[in-house]
């Protein structure tokens, strides 16, 4: 599931992220259009099974059953060894 908002502010953009793991269950992550507010958001069924290409794309964010949390170490990793992780 894919959904477009346009998001004024960070705050905004988290609790939209919860209200849709709330709403819709699921793992849900977000990327900007860039040099817009327009924020799309992506549901997938877990954590396990958000790509790893989203965490440079989240800045580290997505959110699971009504909470804020950060990928896991093991997919740092695997973007870190790819080249295309944060160090």
């Known amino acids: 599931m894919r959904i477009t908002q ?13 209200e849709l793991s709330r709403a819709h269950g699921g793992a849900w992550v977000f990327s900007v259009k860039p040099f817009s507010q327009q ?36 997919a740092t990793a695997r973007e870190q060894n790819r080249g295309l992780g944060r160090t």
């Open 6 to 18: 346009r998001i004024a502010n960070e705050e905004a953009l988290k609790e939209t992220l919860k």
């Open 39 to 74: 924020v799309s958001f992506r549901r997938f069924d877990s954590p396990s099974k958000v790509p790893d290409s989203f965490l440079d794309l989240t800045g580290n964010l997505m959110a699971h059953k009504g909470q804020l949390r950060g990928f896991t170490s093991a």
